[in-house]
């Protein structure tokens, strides 16, 4: 159709199915082609379909169009999406587009870009339905009638007063319920303890507030309670996506990545593993150096050396496990710093359970290996020792870090097996001292 100017097909190609789906047609052709495509689209389609595409392949499209076509595009852009997409552009760029929005447009954008980045004020959108308390049902549905072509969602309903104070809240079923009763007011109807956030607080506390209250937007004040704009689901959803991801990676080992994987640098790329690796690397060695201090009592035993692989591992895969459950908890909010007790007496049941078992798997190879019966027991109490070390450990430093006010998630599994690792070493070369005399 693009070949051969299809004009009258292009149009109905870009109205006859979903923007998601046509989106993932267009996602073969180059940034230019699909440009091409998009013009054929009214404005506000034009901008459904764009979001639909990801970032970079965004950024990439915007980057070789003229400013004030991009400007019509990022008009109809909702406002949160916007400065999120302005954010990623040239600065120059930005200069010229915001100098093509109307005043009020290029106020907001401003406004919404003077906020740190990961905070509320960032993530919210100013698109938000705002009614007065002495309105009836009847009348808040004709007023919001006239607001609705601007509002992203109207799910809820926020009540202000003449100052822009937010005073309380009404759901859309709420007011279509009350329309039997017309004398009825907004002021009567609506909750004033409402659940918020405020423009200065963390993304993830927020996104905590909306799980935690099963809410569909959440509105967000100033310290004078002045209503500033809301935060949808939808930017929840992608809020705690990042933050999964950021735990994730800092869980393996890796310092968070600040973009898409197959996008990042190389160089980004290798310092952000190496950087830990490195720390890894540095507590190998101690691991090493606790070897080589008990050379002596290895070199008379040379049958302890068989399982210092078994011994290191089994602690440390209890120790990276440990740390796993409880970060994950701690993320979900089903462990809090108060539950510390509880978390320690579970844990120190389940590694004694886990510990006897594999104590049990490990003393039926030792008596086949070790010089007597007696010798053999070095290695299932080895193991009880080091699996309940490791899982101790794995539970109390991510809380320890939490209690400090550091992520968790900085208590990685590489980093949490290596401490385990010199445990391992201490623990087994003393135990076979007590045994072996």
Not at 13 to 30: H, I, K, S, Y
Not at 232 to 252: G, S
Request: with cysteine; net charge negative.
């Amino acid at each position: 159709m693009l070949a051969f100017e299809q004009e009258s097909e292009l149009r109905e190609f870009c109205v006859a199915l979903n923007p998601g789906r046509t989106a993932e047609f267009m996602e073969g052709l180059d940034d230019d082609e699909m440009w091409r495509v998009l013009q054929f689209a009214e404005p506000d389609r034009r901008a459904e379909i764009f979001s639909y595409f990801d970032e970079a392949r965004q950024l990439s499209m915007l980057a070789s169009e003229p400013a004030a076509e991009t400007a019509v595009l990022i008009e109809e852009i909702p406002e949160d999406d916007r400065v999120d997409l302005i954010q990623g552009l040239p600065s120059e760029a930005v200069d010229e587009i915001l100098k093509l929005l109307p005043a009020s447009e290029r106020r907001n954008i401003e406004r919404l870009r003077s906020y740190a980045e990961g905070t509320a004020g960032a993530l919210m959108t100013t698109e938000v339905a705002k009614l007065g308390e002495r309105l009836t049902a009847v009348e808040a549905l004709d007023e919001l009638g006239r607001q609705a072509s601007d509002l992203e969602t109207i799910y809820y309903l926020y009540v202000v007063d003449d100052n822009n104070l937010l005073r309380g809240i009404v759901s859309t079923r709420q007011l279509v319920s009350s329309i039997k009763n017309k004398s009825r007011t907004l002021g009567e109807m609506m909750e004033t303890d409402v659940v918020v956030a405020l423009a200065g607080e963390d993304q993830e506390s927020v996104a905590e507030k909306v799980e935690r209250f099963n809410l569909l937007a959440i509105p967000v004040i100033d310290s004078g309670r002045q209503l500033l704009g809301i935060i949808t689901h939808d930017d929840v959803i992608d809020v705690v996506r990042e933050e999964l991801t950021e735990d994730a990676q800092r869980i393996a080992a890796v310092a968070p990545l600040e973009g898409d994987f197959l996008q990042i640098g190389l160089m980004v790329l290798s310092y952000k593993r190496g950087l830990w690796l490195t720390i890894l690397f540095f507590a190998a060695l101690l691991t090493a150096f606790a070897l080589r201090h008990y050379e002596d009592e290895l070199a008379v035993h040379g049958w302890l050396v068989w399982f210092i692989p078994l011994i290191i591992s089994s602690g440390g895969n209890s120790g990276s496990q440990s740390a796993t459950l409880v970060i994950t908890a701690m993320t979900g909010g089903e462990v809090k710093l108060t539950d510390l007790p509880k978390v320690l007496s579970r844990e120190v049941c389940v590694s004694l359970l886990l510990g006897g078992f594999l104590s049990l798997i490990g003393f039926a190879v030792a008596i086949f290996v070790a010089p007597s019966i007696l010798a053999a027991t070095v290695i299932p109490a080895t193991l009880l020792a080091v699996v309940f070390c490791g899982c101790l450990c794995g539970v109390t430093l991510p809380i320890m870090f939490k209690r400090l006010g550091l992520d968790p998630a900085l208590m990685s599994n590489p980093f949490v097996a290596g401490i385990v690792d010199i445990l391992g070493i201490v623990i087994y070369i003393n135990v076979a001292r007590l045994v072996l005399g």
